[in-house]
């Protein structure tokens, strides 16, 4: 389906004396401690792929072979063992004149200490990769300015980079690899060396910039709260092995053993469970064609005083309120669009936690979360969103304002009511009756 951007096939990184002989004995099932009198094993048997468009995130702590991984991704290290594959063509091996191209033309990287040229300016530190390519000074430069504003450094081009900050800088690191048009951007560390809020603010920044660009960016951290909040997916490495690769999803609700799980403990599960994740079955729902009393019942089985409606598709269209299908009951009025209210606050699957808590105390109902066509799949009480972060305090709740729907009792009394009007009538409601399943509505 997705197309293989980079894929790299058991690799192996030997440093030392002979690293032939190592892959061999690890490969044989000697472990890393085993062969360290033939070298240090940096990269062990590492296999993936990497697809086009993806932010491929590899993790893991300092020293378990990330930077020696994305070195050899670009040709920095000779693998000792294995292939790599650029969107199809095998680099392990090439000649040293072939790796330079693929440095200029294919992939580029962004170092964790920036690496710019102090004395020149920041505009020709970025057009800095098309000088290598050969364009121009006056349209370099101009080309220069139009990816600075991108990463939002307009009018910055003329500085030195010491005049700027950690954060800025980094921009035109970025901007610098930008500048290359490679499809591939290596990011090794990218932000470790910013203030957090300038590194989340920069997380941000590149998943913006990623929906606009759609690059390929291989992206290595020791920070899984980063991993998790700027990886597709995300390989964990461990001395020297990959040891899960999965989406965020996967390895926080996962974890392929203690190892990963440890890991996980202190992550920021409200940056990356997402709406999806947590929601529960739509409840209360009724069709639009479902009359008052059918809403009414669904109200008061789930305690609650409004009740989402759906159109064909599973359309979210309004909510009711128990007192107007009240009102409409004792009308005898059998549609529910005259007291069809907007629904006031509604997410995508995909919003994070951290973004629901807002529209979760402003809306009086389980939060309603809606697909991209905007059907409603799902619905998230109030107590699932803090459950969902995981034990610890918090849970309290100060979060609830709380809801008065209209006792059962009242409820019934009013149901009853219309079904002796109706009985009484003896009469031809059948577009209520079948409107009037609730299972309807699935
Ligand atoms: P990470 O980026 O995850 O911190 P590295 O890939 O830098 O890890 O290092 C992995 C292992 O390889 C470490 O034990 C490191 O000491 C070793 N190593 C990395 N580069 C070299 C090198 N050029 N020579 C010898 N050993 C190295
Ligand atoms: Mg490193």
């Known amino acids: 389906m997705s197309e293989i951007a980079l894929e790299a096939r058991n690799l192996y990184k030997v440093f030392g004396r002979n690293p032939q002989q190592a892959v061999k004995r690890l490969k044989s099932g000697e472990t890393r401690n085993e062969v360290l009198d033939a070298g240090t094993a940096a990269v062990i048997d590492a296999s993936f792929t990497v697809n086009r468009g993806e932010i491929f995130v590899i993790m893991g702590l300092s020293g378990s072979g990330k930077s020696t991984i994305i070195r050899m991704l670009n040709g920095l290290h000779d693998a000792?063992?294995?292939t790599i594959t650029i969107a199809g063509d095998q680099i392990t091996g090439i000649p040293a004149g072939r790796l330079r191209e693929l440095r200029r033309?294919?992939?580029s990287m962004v170092f964790q200490h920036f690496a710019l040229l102090p004395h020149r300016t920041v505009a020709a530190n970025v057009a800095y990769p098309l000088e290598l390519k050969g364009m121009a000074k006056a349209e370099r430069l101009q080309k220069a300015e139009e990816i600075l504003a991108l990463v939002g450094l307009d009018g910055w081009g003329d500085k030195l980079p010491s005049e700027l900050s950690g954060g800025m800088q980094q921009r035109v690191g970025i901007a610098r690899a930008l500048a290359a048009d490679t499809d591939i951007l290596l990011m090794d560390e990218a932000f470790s060396?910013?203030?957090p809020l300038i590194r989340r603010e920069m997380q941000e920044q590149l998943v913006e910039l990623q929906a606009k660009l759609q690059k390929t960016i291989v992206f290595i951290t020791h920070d899984l709260n980063e991993a998790m909040f700027l990886g597709d997916r995300i390989a964990v490495m461990r001395d020297g092995r990959i040891v899960q690769i999965g989406t965020p999803e996967d390895i926080l609700t996962d974890p392929a053993n203690d190892y990963v799980e440890q890991f996980v403990q202190?992550?920021?599960r409200a940056r990356v469970l997402t709406a999806a994740n947590v929601m529960e079955r739509p409840r209360p729902v009724v069709a639009d064609n479902a009359?008052?009393?059918t809403a009414l019942r669904q109200m008061r089985d789930s305690y609650m005083s409004a009740t989402y409606v759906v159109g064909r598709d599973r359309h979210l269209v309004g909510i009711v309120t128990d007192r107007d299908a009240v009102k409409l009951v004792r009308k005898g009025e059998t549609s529910l669009a005259s007291i069809l209210k907007p629904v006031p606050q509604s997410v995508d699957e995909d919003e994070v936690l951290m973004n629901l808590f807002i529209p979760?105390?402003?809306?009086p109902l389980p939060l309603a979360v809606t697909d991209a066509e905007g059907r409603l799949t799902g619905v998230i009480p109030r107590v699932t969103l803090l459950a969902a972060l995981g034990p610890g305090p918090g849970a309290t709740g100060e979060l609830t304002i709380p809801m008065q729907p209209m006792p059962a009792t009242m409820i019934d009394e009013v149901l009853a009511e219309a079904q002796n009007a109706v009985n009484a009538a003896a009469a031809t409601d059948t577009t209520a009756s079948a409107g009037e399943n609730a299972e309807e509505v699935r």
């Open 80 to 82: 000792s063992d294995g």
């Open 105 to 107: 033309d294919r992939v």
């Open 193 to 195: 060396a910013l203030d």
């Open 266 to 268: 202190d992550v920021d």
């Open 291 to 293: 009359g008052p009393r």
């Open 360 to 363: 979760s105390v402003e809306s």
